[in-house]
């Protein structure tokens, strides 16, 4: 057994395109740069902005002298990890991962290992009280405006369960944003994704939906106010309640 090898490489020839292609794309600013294949080079002169567009098919095919199966199977890698989208009749376009990309991979890993609610709940607790805090200093006229906007929203207790859950979500993200932390904002918003049952149960009954809308005021009016420490603070009881309500929640299925 001491005498076994385990390294191995890489012998599908489209993971390694899909893998130089990732490369270019990661590394360029202004320019989409030099793609090196296994056997070839290719010099796309293509911008490197979120819709640049890739060479087709075909010249890809040339150009890494691979055929154009090899090069479809590279670039559904590539749309796959959110780097690429295909546009019917147009070929594909170099695009940034969405939040919902890294929520379906982070959401893999909870499901594989088991995180628990309350390792979740801790995780949004630092990142959202970070955020509240900066929020409270960076926050712009228009993000209070939408906030307020969302408020207003969700102060209709008739307001269907999947809405209210969406507006929910949409004003932590929207505090995350204006935290002016683009990394932040991007967590925040994964994070809801993960936790959208897990929100639901916390306002769920009037009586939930009538304290989240005074907390989420009280939210408001400390990042309005310009005050990081009761930022924090509002947005951290906040948070610890919909904890409380999902406990309570989950153990008699009702608040």
């Given amino acids: 057994m001491d005498k076994i090898d385990y390294t191995v490489t890489k012998t599908n020839l489209y993971e390694q395109i899909a893998d130089s292609l990732e490369r270019a794309i990661m590394r360029s600013e202004s320019k989409f740069g030099t793609i090196t294949g296994p056997q070839s080079s290719v010099e796309p002169s293509v911008r490197g902005s979120p819709l640049a567009k890739l060479p087709s098919e075909q010249e890809l095919s040339k150009r890494f002298n691979v ?16 780097l690429i989208q295909s546009r019917n009749g147009e070929g594909s376009y170099i695009s940034r991962p969405s939040a919902d990309t890294i929520s379906s991979a982070v959401n893999r890993i909870v499901q594989m290992d088991n995180i628990s609610n309350d390792n979740l709940h801790s995780m ?101 106010g310009g005050d990081p420490d009761r930022a924090e603070a509002a947005i951290r009881g906040h948070l610890n309640a919909s904890r409380e309500n999902v406990v309570k929640y989950e153990q008699a299925g009702v608040l």
């Fill in 67 to 82: 055929s154009r199966t090899v090069i479809r199977e590279a670039l559904k890698v590539l749309k796959e990890r959110g």
């Fill in 124 to 224: 949004r607790l630092i990142l959202e009280t970070a955020g509240a805090r900066l929020a409270a200093i960076q926050a712009k006229p228009v993000d209070l405006e939408h906030l307020e906007y969302i408020l207003e929203k969700m102060a209709d207790e008739n307001l269907p369960l999947d809405e209210r859950i969406n507006l929910d979500a949409e004003f932590h993200i929207t505090i995350a944003r204006a935290s002016g932390n683009e990394l932040v904002g991007m967590f925040v918003d994964v994070m809801t994704m993960l936790l959208n049952e897990y929100m639901a149960k916390g306002v769920f009954g009037l009586l939930g939906i009538k304290k989240t809308c005074v907390q989420h005021r009280h939210i408001l009016e400390a990042i309005r």
